[in-house]
């Protein structure tokens, strides 16, 4: 099944512990993207990769790493978490970002950060 | 500033209606508009995807339509059922730079009743 994976789904964690949350999918999609989602704020951008090696800010980067070392994982890291980063991640994925292809989401991942 | 506003932020209806979700959009350059539908625990679900030359699009119960001119896209729901039961986001796809990026909607929480 064509799928975007997210690891983990659910995640309670302390101010400063480093986490990463893992996102791989199986369609050889070139575009990955990381969002976060907050009430009254909607979805936000944090990263996005063009291809391997190929990453970029979104609109709300800081705070968060990414990488893009495989065609298919594009893990997401926050080195230091602090509470404000309590929120519902998503990951998505394209096959190139042209605009006229939809995007497919995983399943979300939410993180509290106490 | 791109900003995407949907009305109502809440709908509850009994089964059978016919209803229609909003969608407006303050710049009319987009490149396409996406429907979305979000499920708790279950990601986000492209539902249709208008190209920024198309009026409309459909499937199966669902009819999106698009008016670039007044910024506005609606999402038409046919003999709605409880399985409809969900959020619905809109999201306006606008060129940035080397990147195209996503405007997204705070969505309409909607309720079917049996």
């Known amino acids: 099944e064509a799928q975007v994976t997210q690891n983990p789904r659910y995640l309670i964690t302390v101010t400063g512990k480093k986490l990463t949350v893992t996102c791989s999918q199986n369609?050889?999609?070139?575009?990955m993207s990381w969002y976060r989602q907050d009430p009254g704020l909607g979805l936000r951008q944090i990263y996005y990769?063009?291809?391997?090696?190929?990453?970029d800010k979104g609109d709300v980067p800081e705070g968060y790493k990414v990488s893009r070392k495989e065609k298919r994982n594009f893990p997401l890291i926050l080195e230091s978490p602090s509470p404000n980063q309590t929120s519902l991640y998503f990951c998505?994925?394209?096959?190139?970002?042209?605009?006229?292809?939809?995007?497919?989401f995983g399943a979300g991942s939410r993180l509290t950060v106490l | 500033k791109q900003e995407v506003t949907q009305i109502p932020a809440a709908l509850s209806v009994p089964e059978g209606e016919n209803l229609v979700l909003n969608c407006s959009f303050t710049d009319s350059a987009i490149y396409n508009l996406q429907w979305f539908r979000q499920d708790p625990g279950k990601g986000l679900t492209s539902l249709l995807l208008i190209q920024s030359s198309q009026r409309e699009q459909t499937s199966g119960r669902l009819n999106a339509s698009l008016d670039k001119s007044s910024g506005r896209s609606t999402l038409y729901i046919a003999a709605s059922q409880p399985g409809d039961s969900a959020t619905y986001l809109c999201?306006?796809?606008?060129?940035?730079?080397?990147?195209?990026?996503?405007?997204w909607g705070l969505g309409t929480s909607l309720a079917v009743n049996p």
């Open positions: 990769s063009m291809n391997v090696e190929v990453t």
């Open positions: 998505a994925s394209s096959p190139r970002y042209s605009g006229a292809n939809v995007l497919t």
């Open positions: 999201a306006a796809l606008y060129n940035a730079g080397n990147n195209r990026k996503l405007i």
């Open positions: 369609m050889n999609h070139e575009y």
